[in-house]
């Protein structure tokens, strides 16, 4: 996975087959008004998937957001040969 985030350029994580990677932690000022859906504006910007020579860009509208907490939210995206062709 590749993806730049506030002042990183080009960061990249490795995830596992079948496995689930954290690629990237962020939050605002405990007790605020809580989360969000906000993946189309977060930090997070330029997101690729490269699997051997296969470079695919994600489209943020592709992640599920899930509230757990008042303060606390996941977004996630499945990636599947569907999503690579």
Do not use: C
């Not at 932690?25 to 969000?36: L, R, T």
């Amino acid at each position: 996975m590749h993806f730049d985030a506030v002042d990183r350029r080009d960061s990249t994580v490795t995830i596992s087959q079948k496995s689930v990677q954290e690629i990237f932690s962020y939050g605002g000022a405990f007790g605020s008004v809580g989360v969000s859906d906000d993946r189309y504006d977060d930090p997070l910007k330029n997101l690729k998937f490269q699997t051997n020579d296969t470079l695919v860009e994600l489209n943020e509208s592709l992640w599920i957001f899930e509230k757990e907490t008042k303060y606390h939210g996941n977004s996630t995206i499945k990636i599947d040969s569907e999503l690579l062709h």
